[in-house]
């Protein structure tokens, strides 16, 4: 497919559907593709652009080339579970009247994920609006062993976000409600189903701002955030959801609803028991309200582009950032040379500096602009003088600000123009981090397009990225399970923040023991005995099963 | 008890002791308090006096003023756990040789709370060196139906670590190795046993520090700060250890090894489990390893107190604080002046500044000494222009910041002369914070000596304290559960950070649903069946029991 280049008007997309509508087979193929990328790409980047809920699906039931149902493509065995009869769906409309879906075209979009690479085949979508209303569905899934799909914003990259089967897609949309913000302690409440970037404007009018940032912000909803532990370019300086979400209000499987949604920033009252549905991907319960530490939306915003002539360099300038910008560096992000030709190329983004092997992008927040600067200032003199950086600029503005940080953020959609990616997201100790880049690159040769590597090196992160103008299963065979044992052995992690969804999920032994992955199915099967909450997904299959 | 001017030598303690050995019975009670509260005030405020634990432990067993045993007091029913027999004294001399203690008096200390409200009567202390051995040790225990009570610096506040019974006490004092510490990333991979203290000082070496700061940190450890989430001074600028630790090793009841240890700042791959040891007060499993993200060292420190007319003028000073100061603010405490009279008369300590009705102390820290006394100056003279604030000083040199942090720290010293100490720990939403206090002043009356209140404003997080000569039923009855009521009233905790230990633990209805403690006790039960492990903690009495 020939290079797209993004941002389009949604006019254009109109278009492609027009072609597609009247008849001109012969473009069939082509507009297909522009048409799954740009409704992958407004998804994703652009969600004001779509008006419409409907245009978007219509937009997605025009992709004729569906991807393979996960069940087929994965030879997955369908667990005991109950099929949805017509009582059901009578019931579920007694509950939820005019929010319950079951037309097949409405239902394209909630069962394939964003990547394309995962298709369940639900035939029910539950939009709820209360807890309540949560509560009565899982109760009457829980007594009836219905299984249930829990669904946010539909951004997650590990098919954790779909269903595998027909279980019920419980969407969170309609949960959009902002309970209150306390200007003072800086606390956000909230229903699961906001969206970050709407959050984070709301807080904006109040002097906050949410405590975490994604490429998927426009989109991806807060409980999910909450239920994948999303990560993210600002976790470096305002850490894990772990640390800044203060309460949880979740409902179990048997429709119990358990109200740990406290907004004190210290309680030591028994065991934390929200942190069970932080990162746990919606498999003990389903988030419906949280209540979040939210920081200062800081006065002053610096972005510095710079360039960089070896790895171990990047790893200096690290070190120096730490020391001479603590506490107002917000964000140290690493890219290597492929990435400025994948954009160069890919999306005609053009390299602010002059090309070189590697590239690390420095923010700073602060409440104090001068200050801000001085300190920037001295750490480039510093970096540039010692010879650990090569080149380099500075942004203060935000419209350069926003053009150098597209660069990065828009990696992940310049390699879908590829053809097909195989994604990574490791953690690795940082004396190791780029090693494995080499590795696969020298592994994969010329099998693959391109050996991408990016990533939140100021916290270990490193996102991998394999492309191949289509699915290659001898590419796959050479970086699987290369890469997790890899990852092993260095003692990182398999996935650093995307989760293990239903791709990963036969990989957890990689980074955790036999031991501790008993203990978690002993927790499931506690707080979950029938498995009816988003099943096949973050456990491995049972043992004998 | 007349004041005693603290800190005072060794040498005047030895003399104590010389009296009450040469048979001074005149003296014997007055020179009993003296020891009793030296050997307290040594313990937690200057462990570096005590040069020997020998010496430490003749100083304890000779305060004849044992306190009431906690199984009597509270009229507490044993568990049905077996009781120790002289064969499984030799078994564990076996695992563990020359480090199994069984003198009754090398004992009296490790049985009693350092507030010397709680005893218990183990007759068993276990002290082993390595994961594998206290692996071995609950084999078997959990085998033998032994109770077992993990033990760190014996530091806690509520009754947490000491045993009620006979429990076996099972140090963790000789697991003080650090392990390694990565100068990059800021990681910290060390024992359990190691003192907090002694952390911060190996750290220092490399620029960094700990994330947490307490006023027991000479004596506490790294795995009982853990084990009870303890928050302290620093919370407010780096956050909750749910945040910050990044891997656990514990030893379950069985004595299966749980390795979490993990040194990666993100790892989603499966359930969070570390998260359960953090705050579980010991009673789901014996941490025996940490790794922990220490922050940058600051280059410069500057502390203020600042005199306020108003309760709601101490809130306008936070929210300005948190503008002005930003990404700078490390702490922000608060004192009533009763605070001041109490340190006054009981320490003999002086108010740096006029008489005011509230105090707050605020701290900096900061990569730049200049940027940061600029917008200390630019917040002081804001507060002080508006009214906001009536009078203060700023210290900046290291002698002056200690001098004005031990009105602060050594409250809870001061405390004690009053005689008895009712001791509560809050959180409470920020606008109904000092109304607790002005209620129970009016409730308590002339009943009390003292109604004291300080703690971490930044947090929201509220230490009152009481003070009678002597334990007096009447005046906990109206302090208890008014207290409880109120807290829960306003949707606060009935213990920010102290934890529930032995004390607290049938009040956790008050801060958490009956839903949550059910899972807590299912949680419970899941990962200790026969409830070997700190039993008689934490979570109320079995229902039917």
Redesign the interface.
Known sequence: MAPLHLPVSIGHLRQCLTLLNSGHRCLHRTVASYTRVYANYLTVCQPSLLQSRRFCLQARSLQKEEPELTSVRYNVQRGNFARINSEDVAVFERLLPGRVIADPEELVGYNTDWLRMCRGSSRLLLRPKTTEEVSEVMKYCYSRNLAVMPQGGNTGLVGGSVPVFDEIILSTSLMNKIVSV?????TLVCQAGCVLEALNTHLSDV?LMMPLDLGAKGSCQIGGNIS??A?GLR?MRY??L???VLGVEAVQADG?????L????????????K??F???EGT?GIVTAVSILCP?K??SINLAILGVSDFQNC?KA??EA???????LSAFEFMDSPCIDLVRSNLNLTNPISDKPFYVLIET????GA?DE??LNLFLEKVLGEGIVEDGTVATDSTKIQSIWSIRERLAEALLHDGYVYKYDI?L??ANFYDLVIDMRERVDDLATRVVAYG?LG???LHLNITSPTYDHDLLEKIEPFIYEWTSRY??????????GFK?KDF?HF???Q???E??Q??KD??DPKGILNPYK??PDKYGD
């Not at 003692?491 to 293990?500: D, M, R, V």
């Open positions: 306390d200007e003072i302690s800086g002097g994948t532990n990560g976790l850490g894990s772990h640390g800044s119990t609803v358990l109200d740990c406290s907004t004190l920033r210290k309680d030591n009252t028994g065991y934390d028991l942190q069970l932080i990162g746990s003990l200062r800081p006065q790893l690290l070190k730490r020391g001479m910008l603590g506490e107002i927040a602060g409440s104090n200050h001085e300190k953690s100790p940082l939140h916290d270990g992160n003692k990182g992690s398999i996935s650093a923040e995307h989760g293990l990963k957890i980074s955790k023991t031991k501790a992955v203990l978690m002993q927790i506690l707080m973050m456990l």
